[in-house]
């Protein structure tokens, strides 16, 4: 967990409700990958109830932990585009992965409304 910094405004998640998002991410990346075009988007459990994948990005949206390197592989594995990989390389965090997830979603989306 970063250290605050005199005058410094922005909060900082507790550890339980960052352990708790963390966790969320981790499985909205895994939902993420067994995720076809041709069904609605899949959810994830966060703080007991189930939420879309993508609501689980809006939510860690802020957090600056690091990500962990299995996650970095499987989203560098799932981004196509040369400008995604380098917004991810550029910030690899939860912050930045849930970015790249969300891009990742809006296009699997488009997908799935252009085979509808």
Known sequence: ????????????????NSLELRIAFHNAVSRFQDWTANVAEPKVKLRGRFCPISEVCQEIANLSDPLPEAILSILYNETRAGDDMLALKLDETYRGGARCLRRL??????LRRRGS
Do not use: F, L, W
């Open 1 to 16: 967990m970063k250290a605050r910094v005199a005058g410094d405004t922005m909060t900082t998640p507790s550890e339980s």
């Open 105 to 110: 979603i809006e296009n699997r989306k488009r």
